[in-house]
Structure formats: structure tokens, C-alpha cells
């Protein structure tokens, strides 16, 4: 198959005025409305947007992959000199995974579960009838050894589930690599996966990509990796263009509005970032000598913890959990340690954060101590109380004193209960008369944002930020002292993620409330807590005041976190380097 | 979109309903169409259909009419069906759901127990607990019931083992809600779309059991059934082919009416999955 | 060894099942109305006092439940099943006699449904929006929806009585008495009608099942990886898509082989097919309930092996669980 020529300067891929008509009953007409861009060869785009803004829709009309229902309603997509659009099955077919390559959001499921890792690789060959079946073999693993899969052999023979999402991840850019594409599509491809597997997998494609000379698209939500990895930016909303440019223009000189609430809502400094959402609150009434609460940039030495002025409100010693798996009969049981010794106090009106990846079993500890879980062994107490002893009613009359707000804004919220019944519910279960606690629900409904009138509505009518605000409505009907929450932003948009982490802080001031915060994201806590502790496989490997770690970390596991948030290398120098 | 609204986009659906409705009215009908019992003998045996007037549907191997058998039989088969139906699902609701919400020891015990009648051939087991218990209309529906709710309680068990699970869930209990109320009021009634489709296709499924138990001769000697009718035939097939054939496509009707009405069901409830199809 | 434990589990499951079925016959005798005595030998037997006290003296039945209990398992577990007065033979030669008839005949209508309904769901599923697809469905749901024994005896009427084609009942032309090829050619058209209408309705279930299978298979995410691949779609369908929709396939025949047993009752009794089905109508016709409980643990049993080679071949199919993964 000879390449037909390109004129130099004219660009890989050309979309002109490409409009997708959604189908008949959506929330808009278009996913995508009128979008015209260019790709040069050897180039990185970053096309970034949120949830719902059309940013992987071009892509997928690309590789014809558009979902049931969504159709090109005009436009053209030129891929060296060809409308890709009016091509027919056959000779679009010889282009997708040879000339085009595509990855996927999630690795986990991107592969079929029943074929070998190295017949799935090979697939790609066949399906373009190149080579021999042993070649295929051959060019399978010379592509695991390319992509750093760790014992490419015997990966080349294991099954997908056999490998972890980062291993996934790099088998379909293998694949996707096979045959040298000119273009690869990456839609998401870093954002199911933990943060340090992010980095390195966002080092790869930049790599390969300059190894290759290839053109790459990258669809992504997060400024943090167009900092990265981006030559170029095309910032996407509600399905239209809202800027475009150089990464590095767009990035420091945002000149949309949208695009720099966006830039904003991820500090690419997350010194810089720490405490300011609280910076806005008077931080007034602060009761006195309260561990690390009253740190913010510029108290350089924490004041001495004595705890001999105040009890902490919570303290957790000792605390053990491991999960076993019976295996039936005779299969061998399974062990996994969620939580190893873990102990930590937390005064009142503070905000700890507990950082950690996935696995870190940092859900598990937050799960424990509001009592969804039950430790294997150690002490949670409250107030000096020790909760872990309790049970029944005596658990039950303490429970309303550590309430929790989910991560998935979706699941949080009982869809076929009213939003008013759904927060009081609590009081109610609790002795409170229903009239009584159903006006109650009104007035939490306002103080966390949202009209009264929300209360006559059920869940799915609202946005995924006005359930997590309805969720923390709920948290608070039982007036608890200590609120959990448990990856509270992660599901949301990063506009709203900084939303709703104003509106905890802004409660906590207020209601003079202690926080939980269990978090991934490094940004999202710089943002939020006073104090971090950071685990890792069930264990807290650091903790201490949240300037001092980011500042100067102490364990290397913190310090690869804080080296893989991606777009940090980009920070203003100043601020690291003066600490450092 | 409302649930009637999506239904009605069904045109399967909408078919199987008005097909439903007629056998329902003819049921309802039947004591009034025909208040004498379908037993007696009203004419010479043999007839065709049409051959003798008022014997539309002729009459069968002892003379008896062959419509009004019709009639009283499509009552006996939608109410063996129905109630059988609702015994199976106080059986199978209750258990799935203990199962599903506790877990553990409960759930493994429960579901031994839920395996073991779902190992068990289920119509052998129909016929072995109506021919000892005597063929009557309670023992026949008892044992339609006692082969047909695992299913149930498998599917309520599913669907509590993936809500309780659900934030709401454990929202629920942190702000101190009992048991009781968590797995009445907050998973119940999102298990309810799943358990209604599943009832109306076991209605069907009930009324086919029936009819086999009846063919066999093991029907309730009191009532008219159109298994009976069918098995009554079987031997004069030759000579009367009609005696079989109407009745049989009485059944397929009612059985396929119901089949399309809970696909509507599935359609009109789970609208999400209606799309991926 | 992973391998002879997960045996060891499926055959001690098994056991219990089995056991428990034998309670369960037990009980049942001593909850129906009357005398245990009378009611295993049914109404010819209650004439024949001598087959009454003899029943009475194996069950014990003057003796207390417990010890009545283990007097009726021990028995069976000696495959001592009882004599079946009506028959005048031991009820385990009686089944072990008809048994090969069922077999034949379910294994047949098996791999029948089986074959052509994962056949007929696999074309449903590729065209889903064309009218064959709908066709397909159509059908697939009419047969569904239509009584066992009721397409026995159409099938009867059109293809015997009417086009004389296949004969209409038996396992063997009678008086022929053919050898060698002759013979199974002989049982081969026997074989035909009974195992084609015992398998309609089976056939039917497997349509639905692949076809929704399928359907929801497509919408997974590495069907989007092999499009992207530039695979064909043939090759997507039957590599990509069929063989992963197919694993929820082997669970449902597996539960579904119960349901055929307990089908070939009532196929048999419209074919006279001389199998098992066909021996527990005869049993039923002259309440021989001690034989008819011995069909009945029968008829488990086979479920139980059936549900153990379809678990089998599931291992087999996927490697997650081979390797002992979840």
C-alpha cells in the first residue's frame, strides 16, 4: 500500500465545519456544532472539555465508532486529503488500526476477557492480512517490550485480568502502535488509572510519540495533563470551540472565561493551592491551640502539639482490618490487608485529609470509623468513647455524631425517595416528629445552596453537584460533629469540584464541624485539609501539616505522588525550588 | 417519557394486551355465557364446529360443548396462573431478600436451600407433589408455586446484593435506620421493575405447567381445563382433530399474550436497557 | 490438585442434593393423606394385603420417623429402590431398563435446541434492526409460548396422520425387528419427531437468550478496541462478540437440562417413547407412587450430572475461572 503524498505544511487531519446531530429528545440538537481543527503530523492536540461538552465525539466519528442514535449531520473530516466520513466500510476499515490507532478511557474493559493478551495483539495484523502467524508472534512482543510491560513473555500469554489497569493500559497502546500509525486517538486514557500509573503512562505516549513522529489526539478533562503533554489546545463546551491555540499560550494566557475557571479549578501549584478555599472564610472562631487547624501559608512552624489543652474529638489507635475471601470448600482462602496499624487523632474544627491511591485502603479506614465497617481490632474513639466496642442501640444513639458524604453523587440518593423525605429520614429514624423534621430538611436544603422547593423533587432532577449538595444536606439533618468524606468531589466536573469543596469548608467554619476528608487527588486535598496523612497499602507511611507535605516530603512514596500530578514539572519554578 | 407512553411504543405489547383482556373477559364471561357446568352433556358426541348450531365449537368425545369449555377454562387457567404466581412470590421475595441483605451465613443457608429446588427437575416435582397430595385445585397450585419461585428469590437476591451496596443504602444506615425499614423502604421498592416483569412471564409459565399437569390427568376432576380438554383428545386425534386444536391455541394465545405484555413490561420499567437493545 | 478439590466439592455437593431429595421423598409420602403404606402402593395395592405388610415391614412403619427415616435411606443407598407391584419387577431394573430411551431422546432434543438455537439467536442479534431478525423473534416466541405436549401432537397430526411421513409413535417399528444399521437408521426416524418437538421449545429459549446475550456483548467496550483494530465484522461477531455471549449460554442449559427430564415426560407419553417420562405417566396412571418416586430421584440425578458437565465445559470456556481468579 503506497502512502499517498502530503504537500508539507498540510495537515494530517482536517475536520471542517463538522456538525454531529444528537438523536431526537437530547438536552441539545449537536454533540458537536460547526467544529473545525486542524492536526499536523508529529503533533500532540489536547482536546479538553467536561462531561457532556462532545470532546470524544469527533474522534469516535472518526473511527466510526459514534454511538446508536448520533450521525454526521455535515461537515467533513479530511485524513490526508480523504473525507473519512463519506468513506465506504472497506476502505475505512484498511485505515482504523493501521493508519489510524485508537485507546480507551478504560483499560479494565477495553479487552476481551477470554482471548490471550498476545492473540489479541496479533489480531491486528491479521486484521490487516500482514505477516506470517509467527511474525505476528514476534512483532507482539518486541511492541510488550516497547510499551515496558514488566516480562513481556509471559504477558504475551496471560489473560487480561491477569494484569493491573496501568499493564492493561499499555497492552492497548501496543496494540493501538502496531502497525505505525500516523494518528492515535487517546480518549482519556489516564483517567481510570491511579495517579503515579498515570504518569507513567502520559510519559509513554509522550515518548513514543516523539520516537514515532506520530500525530496523537488526546481527549482529556484535566489541564493538569495538557501541561504535560500538549503542543496544542482546543478547549471544548457544550459541543462548540471555545478556544484554541498553543499549549503553553492557552495555559498561561487563557483568553476565555471558560477555560480559565477550568485552568483555575486545578492549581498547577499545589503549594501555592494550599488552604484556598478556606482563604475566602474569615477564619474566625476557631477554638484555640487546635492541632495544625490554624495553618495556612506563611505560619511557617506549627504550633507544638501537647494535647494536653484539649481531647482530640476523634482518635484512632491500633485499628486492623483484613479482608478474607472464603473460598468455598476447598479453595485456598485469599487475604488482603486493608488496614495495618493505623492511628491518628483529629481535633475539633479540623480538616485531615487522607490521601492514598487505590488499594491504599484509606475507604476502608473512613468506612471504619463512620462504622460501615467493623475493625479487625484497635480503638476509634469519639469524645473518648470508644465506638468499636459499641453495639446495637448504644452504637446507634453515637452514630449520628459521624455522618458521611459518598462519592458518587448518582448513588447517593434513593431514587424513588423525595429529596425533603431523603434528609429526613435521619431524624425521623431517630425520634424526630415527620413534620417536624421534613421543615428542617427545608432549611438544610438552603443552607447548602438549593430552594426549598428542592425538597418536592425526586434525585434524578437534579445536577451531579447539587446531589453531592444534597448529599451533604443529609450529613448534616443529624447535626454531627465529625463529617467523612469520601472522595466527595471525585465524580464531579472540575468547575464544580471547586463548588463543593467551598460549600464543606464554608459549613465547617460555620457549624464548627470537624472533616474527614479521604481523597486521591493530591489538588483536591492541597485545596481543603489542614493536616495530610498519606497511606499506602494500608498503612499512613507520612503525615503531618499540608505544607509540610507538599513542601517538603519526607517519604519517597509522597514524593512520587507528588512528582506524578501531572502538569507540575509546568508550576511557576519559585515556588517549590524556595522550599526545597 | 412516562411508563404508559414507552409500553404503548410496544406494538407486541399492545397486541398481547387486548389478546390478554379478551381471554380475561371470557373468563369473567364464561358463568354467565354458559351457567350450566362445561361437564354436562348437551349433545351428540363428534360434532364439528359449526355442524349443530349454538355448538360453535362443536363438542367433544361425551357430547360435552366444546366453548363452554373454553370459557370455564380460561378461568381456571388465568386463576391457577395468578395465584400461583402471587404464592411463588411470598415465598421467593422474602427469602431472596433476607439472603441478599444479610449475607454471610443466612445467605449461604438460604441459597443451599434455593439451589437444591432449583436442582430438582421442576415439572417431575410438579407431578410428584400433586399425585401424592391428590389433584386439586390447591394442591396443583401449590405445587406450581413450590417449583417456580427460585427464580424469584434469585433475582431479589441479586438485586439486593448490588443496592444494599449503593450509597443511599449506607446512607440510610448511618443516620440510624432499622433493618426493617432499610429493606422496606429503601431497596424494596427499586428491586420492584425486575420482580414485575419477572411475575407476568411466570403467570405464563404457571399456566403452561397447569395445562401439562392437566394433560397428564393430573388436573383438579372439578374443574374444566383446557390441559384436560388437550389430553381428552389425544386419543381420538384421528377423528377429531378440533378437540385438540382449539384448545391448544387458546393456550399458545394466552401464554403469548402474556410473553409480549411483560416485554413490555421490560420495555416500559427498564427504559435504559429498552435502548440497548 | 486445585483440580481434584473442585471435583471433590461438585461431587460431595452433589451427595448432600441427592440426600436431600431422599428426605424430601420421605416426608412427602408421610404428609400425603392415609396410611404411608397405602399411599406407596396406591390403590391396587391397598387390595393386596400381603403387598401392604411387606411395605410396611421394609419402611418399618411401625417404628418412629427417625428410625423409618434411616430404614428408607439405607435402602436406597443399597440401590434397593422397591418392587412396583403394578409391574411385577424391582423398580431399579424397571428405570435402568427405560433409561438409554431418555437419554437418547433428551441428549438428541440437547443438542438440537443447542445447536440451532444459538444458530437462530446469532442471526437474531446481527440483524436485530431487519425484518429477518424480527422474524426470528417471532418465532422464537411462538414456540415459546406453546405447550410441549400440544406441538407433540400437531407435529403428529401434520407429519403422520396427514403427510405420513414419520411414524407416530414407538421406539422401533414393531415386528420388524432390523439389525445392525438398519436398526438405528430405524430408531433415527423414530427419533425424529419426539426429539425435534421436545427440543422446540428449548431451541426457542436459547434464541432469546443468545440474542440478548449477543446484543448486550456488542455494547461492551473491547468490541470498540477490535472495531478499532479494523477488524471485520464477521470475525468481531463470531470471535469477539459470540464467544463471550456464549458463557452465560452454558449456565442456562445446564439449569435447563432439569426442565428437559421433566419435558420428556410429557413427550414421551404422546410418542410412546419407552423411556423413563413415559414409565413415570404409567406410574401415574396406576398411583404406583414407589415408583414414581424412583423416577423422580432418577430424574435428579441426571440433572445433577448434566449440571456438572455443563459447569465443566464452563471452566473450560473461561479462563478466569480455570485460574481461580473472580
Redesign the interface.
Known sequence: MSEPTRESGAPLLRIERLSLALPEGADRLYAVDNVSYDLKAGEILCVVGESGSGKSMTANAL???LPTGVHVAKGRALFDGQDVLAMDELSH??????RI??I?Q?PM???????RVGEQIA??FE??GLLTPRARRERALALLEEVRLPDPTSALRA?P??LSGGQRQRV?IA??LALEPELLIADEPTTALDVTTQAQILHLVKDLQARRGMAVMFITHDFGVVAEIADRVCVMREGKIVEMGEAREVLDHPRHDYTRALIDAIPADVVAAVGRPADTVAAVGRPAGVVAAVERPGDAIPPPRDGTDSTPLLSVSGLDKVYR?S??????KREVVALDGIGFSLGKGETLGIVGESGSGKSTLGRCI???NRPDSGEIRLDGVDLSALEGRAL?AH??R???V???PY???????RVGM?IA???I??GVPKAEALAQARTLLATVGLDGGAAERYPHEFSGGQRQRI?IA??L??NPELIVADEAVSALDVSIQAQVLKLLDDLKQKLDLSLLFITHDLRVAAQICDRLIVMQKGRIVEHGSAREIFTSPQHPYTRELLEAIPGRREAPATATAGVL | MNFFKRFAQNRGALVGLVILGLVVLLALLAPFLYPDSPWRMVQRPFLAPGEVSGFWLGTDVMGRDVAAGLAHGAWVSLLIGLISTVVALAIGVPLGALAGYFGGKIDDALMRFTEFFQTIPNFALAIVLVAIMEPSTFSIVLAIAIVSWPPVARLVRGEFLSIKHREYVEAARLVGQTHRDIIIKQILPNTLSPVIVLASLMVATAILLESSLSFLGLGDPDTMSWGYMIGAARTVMRQAWWLSVIPGVAILLTVLALNLVGEGLDDALNPQLARAR | MAYVSLILGRVGKAVIVLLAILVFNFFLIHAAPGDPAAVMAGEAGATDQQFLDDLRERFGLDQPLPVQLWRYMSGVLQLDFGYSYRQQMPVLDLILDRLPATLLLTGAAFCISLLFGIIAGTLAAMRAKRPSGSIIMGLALLFYATPLYWVAMMAVLVFSVTLDWLPAYGYSTVGADYTGLAHVGDVAVHLMLPALTLGLFFMAVYTRMTRTSMLSVSQQDFVKTARAKGLAPGVIQRRHILRNALLPIITLAGLQAGQMVGGAVLTETVFAWPGIGRLMYEALMQRDYNLLLGIFFFCALLVILFNMLTDVIYRLADPRIKQGAT
Open positions: 473511527m466510526g465508532l476499515r484498511a485505515l482504523r488500526g493501521r490507532g485508537m480507551f478504560e474493559t477495553a479487552l476481551n476477557p477470554l482471548m489480531e491486528v486484521a490487516h489473560y485480568f491477569e492497548m496494540m493501538a475471601s473460598g468455598g470448600w476447598f479453595q485456598p463512620v462504622g460501615l446507634r452514630r449520628r459521624i455522618q458521611m459518598f462519592q458518587d448513588a447517593s440518593l434513593n431514587p424513588r425517595i431523603a429520614q435521619g431524624p429514624a431517630n448529599g443529609r450529613a439533618a443529624l
